[in-house]
């Protein structure tokens, strides 16, 4: 038995086909009973890492170990992982009850248990009565359960799920989400779950690996993750930031300064990863933490100067997108209609400030 | 579709073409059927009014080179007086028996063909598919006739074992009885069974052998349970592709089958030529057609009646 903080442990792994790093050197741990999720862009190695968890990959360098044993070179049928497929692979010649008793085979229990097994997991996936349709009698949704069903009754150390809510529809997707990770929390069982929806991800997961060209960039818990990226790539992929590159030209109040050529001098905290003096930075901030007003804001905050470019009503909140004299991308701002300002929507060609509060910014890394 | 409507719109007169046209227009079945019957005329010309005549001429008698036009069971009875000529029912059970193994036998051989074909081969699938029906483009009785140098007295096998000193005297059972008709057949119906396999095992989807893996079985348990059972449809369709034709084969027999490995089709073949009694072929061909038809009723009620009670139970 290993440590529950490395249960399972990934060291040095890499997986190239041909010129292409699939993986490319990974190392990390994931805990026990952890709802683990891999998130990142198309084509940048999530299923391939997935699929060198369950042993259908061999990897070209690197270990894996699950509780403590080196699977490296065990074949996946004797792996304590089960996997749940994106397109489910519902066996279309059995029936529920069979799809969902097919690996109890291996365990050698009896006729009744099997039974028994079988139709307590269709309670847990709130499908009873449903054991004898076969696959194309079910719908996305319940294909979707059953896979989880006939994955779960072999009791694996871990759960492999590559994008299985991918096929839902949005409605179906949320409903799906909760239930999986309620799920997870009465069986306990380790969850490896990929996806490329980061607000999926960020629902759902204990903690969050972004992945990027085969590379991890962070490992967080989905609050820090949103709060405090570590770099500018997983700044990007999570959510929507704004980026103001500069560089910092010294501290004042435990706060750095930051140069930002024509925006002028902006404050950021400095304290996770400090930044020496002259080194290029970004200072990020979300548009919810940004303030949008006809006229100059007072001392303490950060604010630059623009002209509102377009804006977008949804209903409960609005997007505003200034363009700032020196910046490329205009500044997004997103604000609760219940507390905005209402005039700005007809500011015309009058300037406009944006304003943030120094806490609210992120010092990542300038390129 | 338009076009047509169009035409009928301003073409008031010729009530019937537009009435005909309208119909053609409204109406799928209609249209199904007009696209259906060039190949129906041909179907009819071809196989129902031969096939008509066949069986009439069933209930004919031949009276030496006339033909009695009176209708009788005749012929029917002396097919099935087994105690007087067992020779039709015999050669009938014997040709039934001798497919049935030909049919076993090309799909246990096709079966691995097209698995390598589906699974093994990443690249170049067309040129492998053409490779494998090379030999099929010689023609079907220079295949027959090969087998015969290959399998004869003095043939390639027996050439070859006796120089080898392993053999002094030519192996006789090879040629001329029933394992060469068997043998013969299996390799000339081999590359038609290969391509419903083969398709049948290129449809299935991977990821359902890779959850077979994942759910602990080992290679041969995911044949057995997930790749065999999804082949079925293909390995049915080539069993039929063979079986059928092959009861009613008599070149082969001809050839290779000497008098131990004459089949059904010889003895048609005889009765309309040298024995000359059309009427008797006729009546032992409806018979062997219905005992086909038979047959494969039966098997694809058998295979009908498992997936029903499947999907019951
Ligand atoms: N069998 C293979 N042969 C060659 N290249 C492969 C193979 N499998 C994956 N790749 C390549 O490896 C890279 C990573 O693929 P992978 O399927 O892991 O991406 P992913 O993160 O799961 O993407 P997506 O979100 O689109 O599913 C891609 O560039 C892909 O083209
Ligand atoms: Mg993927």
Not at chain 2, 21 to 33: D, F, I, K, N, Q
Not at chain 2, 286 to 312: D, Y
Request: charged fraction near 20%; proline fraction near 5%; glycine fraction near 8%.
């Amino acid at each position: 038995m290993a440590a529950d903080e490395s249960f399972i442990a990934i060291r040095n792994l890499s997986k190239h086909f041909g010129s292409v790093k699939a993986v490319d050197d990974i190392s990390f741990n994931i805990r026990r009973g952890e709802f683990f999720s891999l998130l990142g862009p198309s084509g940048c190695g999530k299923t391939t890492l997935l699929r060198i968890l369950a042993g259908f990959e061999i990897p070209t360098k690197g270990d894996v170990l699950i509780d403590g044993q080196d699977m490296t070179t065990v074949p996946p049928h004797l792996r304590p992982t089960n996997m749940v497929f994106q397109s489910y692979a519902i066996f279309p010649h059995l029936d529920v009850k069979q799809n969902i008793a097919y690996g109890l085979r291996k365990t050698g229990i009896s006729k009744e248990e099997t039974e028994r097994t079988v139709n307590e997991a269709l309670e847990m996936i709130k499908l009873p009565g449903y054991g004898n349709r076969r696959a194309d009698q079910l719908s996305g949704g319940q294909r979707q359960r059953i896979a989880l069903a006939r994955a779960l009754v072999c009791k694996p150390k871990v759960l492999l799920l590559d994008e299985p809510l991918g096929a839902l529809d949005k409605k179906l997707r949320e409903e799906m989400q909760l239930e999986l990770r309620q799920l997870q929390r009465s069986v306990g069982i380790t969850f490896v779950f990929v996806t490329h929806d980061q607000e999926e991800a960020l629902t759902m997961s204990d903690r969050i690996a972004v992945m990027s060209r085969g590379k991890v960039l962070q490992i967080e818990t989905s609050s820090r993750l949103y709060e405090a990226p570590n770099c500018r790539e997983v700044a990007d992929f999570i959510g929507t930031m704004n980026f103001i590159d500069g560089s910092v030209a010294g501290s004042e109040n435990g706060y750095a300064v930051i140069d930002a050529g024509p925006l002028g001098s902006l404050r950021a905290p400095n304290a996770e990863r400090p930044f020496e003096r002259n080194r290029r930075v970004t200072l990020a901030v979300r548009p919810e933490k940004l303030r949008i007003e006809t006229a100059p804001p007072g001392d303490g905050t950060n604010s630059v100067a623009g002209k509102l470019g377009a804006q977008s009503y949804l209903g409960d909140r609005s997007h505003f997108y200034v363009e700032v004299p020196g910046m490329t991308k205009r500044i997004a701002v997103a604000s609760q209609n219940a507390t905005r300002n209402l005039d700005i929507t007809d500011s015309g060609d009058r300037p406009v400030w944006v304003s943030w509060p120094v806490e609210s910014g992120v010092l990542l890394p300038g390129e | 579709m338009v076009s047509v409507a169009e035409k009928t719109l301003v073409q008031p007169t010729g009530g019937l073409r537009r009435r005909f046209m309208t119909l053609l227009y409204r109406s799928e079945g209609v249209r199904g059927y007009a696209l259906l019957l060039p190949t129906l005329l041909v179907m009819i010309a071809m196989l129902v009014v031969p096939l008509g005549t066949l069986a009439l001429q069933s209930f004919w008698t031949q009276i030496y080179f006339k033909l009695d036009h009176s209708f009788t069971l005749n012929n029917y009875l002396q097919i099935f007086d087994f105690k007087q000529n067992p020779i039709y029912l015999v050669l009938l059970f014997r040709s039934i028996i001798m497919s049935l193994m030909v049919t076993f036998f090309v799909v246990i051989t096709a079966y691995p063909m097209a698995y390598f074909l589906a699974f093994k081969v990443q690249r170049h699938k067309l040129v492998w598919l053409i490779l494998i029906t090379v030999p099929f483009w010689t023609s079907y009785l220079l295949r027959v006739f090969a087998w015969k140098i290959i399998l004869g007295f003095q043939g390639v096998i027996n050439s070859g074992l006796i120089s080898l000193g392993l053999i002094d005297q030519p192996l006789e059972f090879l040629l001329y009885n029933q394992t060469s008709v068997v043998i013969t057949l299996t390799h000339a119906w081999a590359a038609f069974a290969i391509l419903p396999i083969y398709v049948s095992l290129e449809k299935i989807d991977r990821s359902l052998l890779e959850a077979a893996t994942d759910l602990g079985d080992t290679p041969r348990e995911r044949f057995w349970r997930v790749t065999f059972p999804l082949s079925m449809p293909g390995v049915v369709a080539a069993g039929l592709l063979v079986f059928i034709p092959t009861v009613g084969d008599y070149v082969t027999p001809n050839v290779v089958g000497g008098t131990s490995g004459i089949m059904i089709g010889n003895i048609i073949q005889s009765l309309f030529g040298k024995a000359n009694n059309a009427p008797l072929g006729s009546a032992v061909s409806i018979v062997m057609m219905a005992a086909i038809t038979l047959l494969v009723c039966a098997f694809l009620m058998l295979i009908g009646r498992r997936r029903w009670k499947h999907a019951e139970t």
